[in-house]
């Protein structure tokens, strides 16, 4: 008796020490993605700064339980950090220290502004129909800077003021629309995706373009089943943070992403745009400067489903085009 009590005393110290290791591990990889999208953008090519944002994957990824909740990955999701490597990019190491001017002057001006102007997300949806994640947007969203002097401080204050915006645009957004296949939970979640279309969406203050942005060009992508087809895995999830990675050819690619704190139910990055029944965009919906041909391809896949009951509250009926969502290129799965 006495042993076994000793053997579950044992048991519940060694829970509370792995969820201890797990929560300095996750700040750590928090704290240090931030540095570095501070310091190099959402994209890391320094070595080591990819070298350091590796290690701190790997350390929480090894103390952390893995997550079999599917309902957590549905949201918009902010890329932090993101990392890539192939047995190529490890025999040439990069130090952008060493790179003239990279860290200083007009450069180090024009890449803080992008840095702060870009933002990368990722939105995860959940279909009614299917009972499961079903369609994930790629979004690269740019606020371009109205005025000379947000790239360039130092420059004589006759040209700071320059107008670099004529057209008044406050936002521009270019959505990578994927359909989504659940292909494995355990040890992993595991999604595969297939690029639909590519959706251009322009918001500005000028009389020629909407306030709250609207689709000025879409383009079908044909055969995306068979042609675009990626995968990447949820190595750690937790209601606020997510580690992804992928493999595509020999490139390996290492993401982590945070929940957007301006998430709502409703919310949409852009207008969305119903598909009919072959998932296409209505053709009627897009505009082109080129008129577009009409690309009427059955993308509509076979897919088995893995049987996962999730219980979700929702008001939204069948008809509906709005999409259930509960918070975002390459550098996004493809």
């Known amino acids: 008796m006495f042993a ?3 053997s579950e005393e044992n048991a519940d110290t060694a829970t509370v020490s792995v969820d201890e290791s797990a929560s300095v591990a996750r700040e750590e990889l928090l704290e240090l993605s931030k540095d570095l999208k501070s310091e190099f953008g959402v994209i890391l090519i320094d070595s080591q700064a990819k070298d350091s944002f590796r290690k701190a994957v790997e350390k929480l990824e090894s103390v952390a339980e893995p997550s079999t909740d599917l309902l957590s990955l549905v949201g918009d999701w902010t890329l932090l950090c993101s990392s890539s490597t192939s047995g190529t990019t490890e025999k040439f190491k990069i130090d952008t220290n060493k790179i003239p001017f990279f860290n200083e002057g007009p450069v180090r001006d024009i890449k803080n502004t992008l840095n702060d102007s870009v933002q990368v997300l990722q939105r995860i949806k959940f279909g009614e129909a299917s009972n499961s ?3 994930i947007d790629h979004v ?4 371009p800077p109205s005025q000379l002097s947000s790239f360039l401080k130092n420059i004589p204050d006759a040209i700071k003021d320059l107008d670099i915006n004529p057209l008044k645009v406050s936002d521009t957004k270019i959505v990578l629309k994927h359909k989504a296949e659940i292909e494995g939970i355990l040890p992993i979640m595991k999604i595969k995706l297939n690029l639909q279309a590519v959706v251009l969406n322009v918001a500005g203050e000028s009389k020629n373009l909407e306030p709250n942005g609207e689709d000025v060009l879409g383009i079908n992508i044909p055969f995306g089943e068979l042609l675009n087809a990626g995968s990447f895995d949820t190595t750690f999830l937790d209601d606020s943070m997510r580690i992804s990675r992928s493999k595509t050819g020999p490139v390996e690619q290492i993401r982590v992403f945070v929940k957007s704190e301006n998430f709502s139910n409703t919310a949409d990055v852009v207008d969305e745009k119903s598909l009919d029944d072959d998932d296409e965009l209505d053709d009627d919906e897009i505009v082109d400067d080129d008129e577009l041909a009409d690309v009427n391809v059955d993308t509509a896949i076979d897919a088995e489903v893995l049987d996962v009951e999730i219980e979700t ?12 969502i509960a918070e975002a290129p390459s550098d996004i799965e493809n």
């Open 4 to 6: 076994a009590d000793i």
């Open 140 to 143: 690269i969203d740019y606020k």
């Open 133 to 135: 994640i079903d369609s």
């Open 313 to 324: 509250k929702s008001s939204t009926s069948e008809d509906d085009d709005d999409e259930i």
